[in-house]
C-alpha cells in the first residue's frame, strides 16, 4: 500500500488568466480560460478554506494578472482567514494607491512584481503594452505601504545580456529580492522557444555577472537564479518532487501538481468544484501518477541524482519526447538529451532569431 503524502505547504491560485500584458515567455497555456469559467468569490473562499485544512501555510495569488478579478480584496480576506500567507504575484498595472490600501486592509503580505527589462522601451516591447510606468509606480506604492517587495524577470535571449540593468533597477526601487528566473518552456514560452532561448555564451557571462553581484551586495538584496536546466544539462527538479510540496488551482478550478501539468494527456485531472482538495492530494490518480520513486525509468532509477531532481520535469519531457515517463532531456544523462543539444546549437547559430508571438488575452 502507498503511504500516505505529506501535506502540502504551498498553494498557486492562478485566479484569472486575463492579463493586459502580452508576454511571449508566459508559461501560461496556449488555450487560455475565459473569464466567463473562472471560479467564483465563494468558491475560491471555500478552496483556501480546504487549503488551510490540508496543512497549506502559503498562497501565491496569481494569474494572468489577478488585479483584474474585482473580488480580489474578498479573496485576499479569505486566504488570510484560512491562516495563509498572502503574496501578490502582478504586474503592476491597475495597482492604485486605493487599491494597495484595501489589499493590505485585508491581509495581504507581501508583493512580487513581474520586470521585463530595465530599459523601457525594450520592457514594454517585451510585454507587448505600455506598462512600465505603473510598474514604477506599483514598486513605490507597495514600499511606502511597508510590505516586503519582490521583483521577478524571466530571463530570455533578449534580456540576458542586461543582467546588471535588473539587480540595479531592484536597488533603484527598493525590492528585497529579485528572481532571476531562466525561462521555463512552457506555454506561450514552448510555442517561442526558437526566439527566447539563448545562447550557452549568453548564460554563462549572466551567471558570472550573479556571482559578482553577490559578493558585492551581501545581504543587502537576495539574488535568487533559476538556473537555465536545458543549458546547464542537470533537469530541474520538478517542483520539489511530483505531488511533494504543492498544489496548483487553475482559474477554472482545475487543480494540478504544477501549473503547466495540464499539457499531458490522459491525466484527467480533477477539479476543486467536484472533489476535496485533501482526496485530490492524497488519492488522485493526477497527483499520485509520478509521485515517489517507482515509476522512474532507466537511468533515473539507478541515478544518485534521483533524490534530488525527482527524474526531471514531468511536462519537459512530454513537449520534448512526447512520453511524460521518460527522463527529462535536459539532463546530460538522458537518453534524449541529443534533442537539447540540437535546440542549443539552433540557438547559437541563429543570429537574428524569430520574433516571439505575443500572448493572447483570455476571452
Not at 510555442?191 to 549572466?206: F, K, Y
Not at 498544489?247 to 504544477?258: E, F, K, N, S
Not at 521518460?326 to 546530460?332: G, I, N, V
Request: glycine content about 10%.
Amino acid at each position: 500500500m502507498t503511504p500516505s503524502p505529506d501535506p502540502p505547504w504551498a498553494l498557486l491560485a492562478e485566479l484569472t488568466h486575463a492579463c493586459p500584458l502580452r508576454c511571449g515567455y508566459c508559461s501560461n497555456p496556449v488555450e487560455l480560460t475565459g473569464r466567463s469559467a473562472e471560479l467564483t468569490t465563494e468558491q475560491w473562499s471555500e478552496v483556501f478554506r480546504q487549503a488551510g485544512a490540508l496543512g497549506v501555510v502559503h498562497t501565491h495569488l496569481s494569474g494572468g494578472e489577478p488585479l483584474l478579478r474585482r473580488d480580489l480584496p474578498e479573496l485576499v480576506a479569505a486566504a488570510d482567514g484560512a491562516g495563509l500567507y498572502t503574496q501578490l504575484v502582478t504586474s503592476g498595472v491597475g495597482l492604485g494607491e486605493r487599491r494597495l490600501a484595501a489589499l493590505t486592509g485585508a491581509g495581504l503580505r507581501s508583493v512580487q512584481l513581474s520586470v521585463q527589462h530595465a530599459d523601457p522601451t525594450a520592457a514594454e516591447r517585451i510585454a507587448g503594452a505600455r506598462s512600465y510606468a505603473a510598474k514604477e509606480r506599483a514598486a513605490r506604492l507597495i514600499r511606502e505601504a511597508g510590505l516586503p517587495l519582490g521583483l521577478n524577470a524571466v530571463l530570455h535571449r533578449e534580456n540576458l545580456d542586461d543582467l546588471d540593468g535588473l539587480v540595479r533597477l531592484a536597488l533603484d526601487w527598493g525590492a528585497d529580492r529579485i528572481e532571476l528566473a531562466n525561462t521555463q518552456y512552457h506555454g506561450w514560452a514552448a510555442r517561442n522557444r526558437a526566439a527566447l532561448l539563448p545562447t550557452s555564451a549568453q548564460v554563462e557571462r549572466a551567471r558570472a555577472r550573479v556571482a559578482r553581484w553577490r559578493e558585492r551586495l551581501g545581504e543587502a538584496l537576495e539574488l535568487v537564479w533559476v538556473a537555465p536546466d536545458l543549458v546547464d544539462a542537470t533537469a530541474k527538479p520538478c517542483m520539489g518532487g511530483w505531488g511533494a510540496i504543492s498544489l496548483t488551482v487553475a482559474p477554472d478550478g482545475t487543480v494540478l501538481p504544477c501549473p503547466a501539468a495540464g499539457t499531458l494527456p490522459d491525466l484527467d485531472p480533477p477539479n476543486a468544484k467536484d472533489r476535496q482538495l485533501g482526496w485530490i492530494w492524497r488519492e488522485s490518480r493526477t497527483f499520485n501518477a509520478f509521485r515517489g520513486e517507482a515509476w522512474l525509468p532507466e537511468p533515473c532509477r539507478g541515478c544518485a541524482l534521483r533524490t534530488v531532481d525527482h527524474g526531471g520535469c514531468r511536462c519537459q519531457a512530454y513537449a520534448l519526447t512526447g512520453d511524460a515517463a521518460r527522463t527529462d532531456p535536459a539532463c546530460r544523462h538522458a537518453p534524449q538529451r541529443h534533442l537539447v543539444d540540437a535546440l542549443l546549437r539552433g540557438a547559437a547559430g541563429a543570429a537574428h532569431p524569430p520574433a516571439p508571438a505575443y500572448r493572447e488575452g483570455a476571452p
